[in-house]
């Protein structure tokens, strides 16, 4: 994940969205699991779940 790879290099990070077409309920379980759950830092996970449409970024469905 990119969060990893930011904590890894000393980046701080507050938020983290992932973006796509549609989020299957696999990867709402996983982002819910990582959510609970602190990064290396010993920061908690803050990761959300937008569509492209959420976004207004045009991608044919």
Same mark, same amino acid.
């Given at each position: 994940m990119y969060w990893d790879g930011l904590?890894?290099?000393g980046v701080p990070v507050a938020e983290g969205i992932l973006i796509?077409? =549609?989020h299957p309920e696999s990867?709402?379980?996983i982002v819910t699991l990582?959510?609970?759950s602190k990064d290396d830092n010993g920061n908690m996970? =803050?990761?959300t779940?937008?569509?492209w449409k959420d976004e207004?970024?045009?991608y044919p469905e």
């Open positions: 904590v890894y290099d796509a077409a =549609k990867v709402r379980k990582k959510n609970n996970y =803050k990761i779940l937008e569509t207004n970024i045009d």
